[in-house]
């Protein structure tokens, strides 16, 4: 989907999100993303609209489960993205990084609106059952406090923050459930119940649809938070299934549950507080208890929100800051999860919430509604904008949504307040702003190193705490603190002023508030320490199992009390499955005794393996263990045999290896000598050639006026005439001819040579040509025309040439002819043995096919000695020759054959029968070959 740029790729690995939340974790974060946020709309929609507004739910809800089910596509392709929907926005727009920056932050910006609500929410649950607490300390310093307990909490670390959530979120889910379960009960079996259909429906407007749609989307929009921990999953891809029951359980508290409140509570005369109309919805199937059950689940869903937007809020920026949409230091982490810049400006942002709430809070919600709304607007639009690159589901239904949401943000926007609107459009420019602030200011504590110094020396520090006297000192304080509370909740008049019920309610407030404190606390003291050891004892674990060693641990009389796999699979093997307390000496016979009277190291033989025992005594009796390591010398041992077995056999292939090369060499130099030669002897030859076509006219000239000048002449002196018959004039116009005739023919033939010999090394062509193979073959058979007539001078020679038809090949030419050379001279030397019958040479080329592939084939044939049987085997190893010393190096064959089969990538095949015989066959693949077709050369037979 992206690609992050090499300058930022060195920060991405330095903070790298470790995956560390549960599955259980995973379905915390996930199942409550959306419906908590029911809570907060309840009561309003149903005060304006009424049984009405079940109409606007189930389309907010439609529409919240379609956006589950294309952002669960989106994060199939993007398992280790962070932050979920805001960063594939910011993706999707990444050639536009304005507008993907604004519709992330529009997102981020109602995740830290609703932390501020949430402070304000539970200000109202203290108010409605402890407003005497008001006159000791005022509602917006409990307002935040509650702000600032999960802060607590999630500066600890990302797990710490998780199974709180967690453990909040199982109660919260509970307390719904049974609310949607209970209530739907009483609607359908109660005598009391008013009956599952209203009587009559309320107008709604289009207008009025709009408003509270738009408002609506503020929890029906984010039921798709699982996304958002997917970089955190040990198991990304199983937690991608909780978006599937997110969209059930939507299903059930946005609709299920919002028709329980339509049905069970009448509007008329009631104000806008939600824990008064859920009270009231609640009584008639919980009682007395109605109440207290309200209590727990405002209290826990806004806890729950709050503990939600810190670690939504605090993901999405550092995913930003990741893909450099946002400054880099907001992608800084510690090596347990903090985001700490991340949460500085999360937070601070949402102070500024809670502030700008004191004076009007529609308008603190209508805005941070609009910044939300606009982000899902340009996700649509996205969505379709990237269809063809992305995994769109319904393309047209994204481009029909994004209508939808523009019409309903101008419609049911503007129905809020056309300022407000406009307030909330503008507001990501304000991150913005302070981004691009960060980014210009030079102060260290604003740059990725200094962050990660900190970090550094902080883990240094870690390692020297003494966290045995930490633990009691944290303990004896929360005991202590706990008492006081209990005293001070005994003895204050809160309560006592207060009915049964209020009191219960207010003791869950402050119980929840207790139990975020203690684990705050807890996770800045206690559980860092914790989590050291629980980290170096999983570290210690991991490379005691991954070593290569065998390692045991004894007790100071030398009984195992431990051991990992490698030492099993050296001592024990799979037959006894727990040595656990027995003596090492029944493996190991040298270790009798106590440990004290162990040697140091000792090497042992056992089972095929030389194994070296290095023993590691304590320096204190009272620890009372030692380490015992088991290093597997053997490969060590059979490697120092090899090299000294095969030192020798080494030195023999050096010198052969160093022969090849020098062959190698030599043939290089050869051929370049060949046709510098080539190119020396042509010039003169040229020259002669040039000039005897002169020579040869102005001769047959002097002749005819020679003729016409006796013809004329009436007499010869007697000394003329004793000249003419002295240099035997008719016998010179006779020869004279025949003479030129002869040097011509002698020049061309070192002409036919000079092109031979070029044709034959190819030095002045490209490595790799398209060739025809017959003309190379003519070429050596005529630089090897002088070994051919030593032959018939003996006796007749039958050179038979059967050319097929081929395609020129795309071959190395200058090599092929050497492989060509070798193997003729090969056959002339079988002849040469074999002279008591007429020697023959075969030469045939063809096309042939081998699983429907077409291959070339060169077969080279003679009717020489043959090849022994004991030695066909060997005739491609180098240096193995039959000749005697000064006719061969042995490397002909073994270079041929290395030619055809690595260089070409085809067979060299022998078939020979002693005293009949050989034949060699080249044979090459189609691969090789080019387009096009040489010139066919058919020659039945040749007799020289």
């Not at 952002?71 to 392709?77: G, I």
């Not at 727009?93 to 529009?106: L, S, W």
């Not at 600032?148 to 509970?174: C, K, M, N, Q, Y």
């Not at 002669?688 to 013809?711: R, S």
Request: proline share 4%; charged share 15%; with cysteine.
């Amino acid at each position: 989907m992206f690609s992050i740029p090499s300058a930022q790729r060195s920060l991405t690995e330095r903070f790298r999100l470790p995956r560390t939340l549960s599955l259980p974790e995973m379905w915390g974060y996930g199942l409550v993303g959306g419906p908590v946020g029911w809570l907060g709309l309840i009561s309003a929609i149903h005060l304006a609209l009424g049984p009405s507004a079940i109409w606007v739910w189930i389309p907010s809800t439609l529409v919240g489960v379609l956006i589950n089910c294309q952002v669960k596509r989106l994060a199939a392709k993007a398992l280790d993205v962070s932050g979920g929907t805001p960063n594939y926005l910011a993706r999707l727009f990444q050639h536009a990084p304005t507008v993907a920056r604004y519709g992330a932050i529009g997102y981020l910006l109602n995740w830290i609106a609703a932390y501020a609500l949430s402070a304000f929410q539970l200000g109202d649950l203290i108010n409605s059952n402890l407003p005497l607490l008001q006159d000791t300390v005022p509602l917006w310093a409990y307002k935040v406090l509650f702000m600032l307990l999960p802060l607590g909490v999630a500066l600890s670390g990302i797990r710490a923050l998780s199974i709180l959530h967690l453990f909040i979120a199982s109660t919260a889910l509970v307390s719904m459930l049974a609310f949607v379960a209970q209530g739907w009960g009483w609607l359908l079996t109660a005598p009391t119940s008013p009956g599952l259909w209203p009587t009559e429906w309320p107008a709604l407007s289009f207008k009025d649809w709009a408003k509270w749609f738009f408002l609506l989307s503020y929890a029906t929009y984010s039921g798709e938070t699982t996304a958002t921990f997917l970089a955190d999953s040990r198991s990304p891809r199983k937690a991608l299934k909780i978006l599937d029951a997110t969209s059930v359980l939507m299903v059930i508290v946005f609709v299920g549950a919002s028709w329980i409140v339509s049905r069970a509570v009448p509007m008329a005369g009631l104000k806008e507080d939600v824990f008064v109309i859920l009270g009231k919805a609640a009584e008639p199937f919980w009682g007395q208890y109605a109440l207290l059950g309200v209590t727990i689940m405002i209290a826990t869903s806004s806890m729950l929100v709050q503990a939600s937007a810190l670690a939504v809020g605090s993901r999405v920026v550092y995913q930003l800051a990741k893909d450099e949409f946002l400054a880099p230091v907001f992608q800084v982490l510690s090596r347990r999860g903090v985001f700490l810049p991340a949460l500085v400006l999360t937070f601070s942002v949402s102070c500024f919430y809670l502030w700008w709430g004191q004076y009007n809070l529609t308008q603190l919600l209508v805005a941070g509604n609009t910044a939300w709304f606009m982000a899902y607007v340009l996700f649509f639009g996205g969505l379709w904008r990237r269809r063809q690159s992305e995994p769109v589901i319904w393309p047209g239904l994204a481009l029909l949504l994004f209508g939808l949401q523009v019409v309903v943000l101008w419609v049911g926007g503007s129905q809020w307040g056309l300022v407000d609107v406009i307030v909330g459009l503008l507001c990501p420019f304000s991150v913005m702003a302070i981004d691009k602030l960060v980014r210009s200011m030079p102060l260290p504590q604003l740059q990725p190193d200094w962050w990660q110094q900190k970090y550094l020396r902080g883990d240094a520090k870690a390692g020297s705490r003494d966290i045995v006297t930490q633990q009691v000192v944290v303990l004896i304080g929360l005991m202590g603190g706990a008492l006081l509370l209990g005293w001070g909740l005994r003895h204050v008049s809160i309560l006592s002023v207060q009915s049964d019920v209020a009191a219960w309610n207010a003791l869950v407030v402050v119980g929840l508030a207790v139990i975020v404190l203690g684990t705050a606390i807890a996770c800045w003291t206690i559980i860092p320490s914790v989590m050291a050891l629980s980290e170096a004892k999983q570290g210690a674990d991991q490379l005691l199992e991954n070593a290569q060693d065998g390692i045991l641990v004894v007790s100071y009389l030398g009984m195992i009390q431990r051991f990992n796999p490698m030492a099993r699979q050296f001592l024990f093997g799979a037959d006894r499955s727990s040595p656990l307390n027995d003596h090492i000496s029944q493996w190991i016979p040298e270790l009798i005794g106590g440990v004290m009277d162990w040697p140091g190291q000792v090497e042992i033989k056992l089972s095929g393996r030389t194994l070296q025992v290095t023993i590691s005594k304590p320096t204190e009796q009272s620890f009372g263990a030692s380490v015992v390591i088991l290093h597997d010398v053997s490969d060590r041992i059979r490697i120092e045999s090899l090299l000294r077995d095969s030192e020798a056999q080494a030195v023999t292939k050096a010198e052969k290896l160093a022969a090849q090369l020098l062959q190698s060499e030599k043939m290089s130099s050869l051929g370049q000598m060949v046709a510098g030669l080539a190119h020396e002897i042509n010039n003169p030859n040229s020259f002669i050639q040039g000039n005897l076509v002169y020579v040869d006219q102005y001769t047959e000239q002097l002749l005819m006026l020679l003729k016409m000048y006796q013809a004329e002449s009436s007499g010869l002196s007697p000394e003329l005439a004793e000249a003419i018959e002295e240099v035997d004039l008719e016998f010179i116009e006779a020869d004279l001819p025949q003479v030129l005739r002869s040097i011509m023919t002698g020049s061309n033939r070192i002409r036919d040579l000079i092109v031979s010999l070029r044709n034959f090394s190819r030095l002045d062509e490209s490595e790799w040509k398209a060739v025809a193979i017959q003309e190379g073959i003519e070429s050596t058979l005529l630089l090897l025309q002088y070994r051919l007539m030593l032959l018939s001078h003996r006796s007749q020679l039958e050179l038979v040439k059967n050319y097929g038809e081929l395609p020129l090949v795309n071959c190395c030419a200058g090599q092929l002819n050497q492989v060509l050379m070798n193997l003729l001279l090969n056959a002339i030397d079988a002849l040469d043995g074999a002279m008591e019958r007429t020697p023959k040479i075969t030469i045939t080329t063809a096309l042939i096919q081998e699983d429907g592939e077409a291959w070339i084939s060169i077969s080279i044939a003679d009717n020489g000695v043959g090849i022994p049987v004991d030695i066909r085997s060997r005739i491609f190893d180098p240096f193995f020759t039959t000749k005697p010393v000064g006719q061969g190096t042995g490397l002909g064959l073994s270079m041929s054959y290395q030619i055809v089969t690595q260089l070409h990538g085809g067979r060299l095949i022998c078939e020979s029968e002693e005293g009949v015989g050989s034949c060699f066959t080249i044979e090459m693949p189609n691969r090789f070959m080019a387009v096009g077709k040489g010139t066919a050369i058919a020659v039945s037979s040749v007799h020289q």
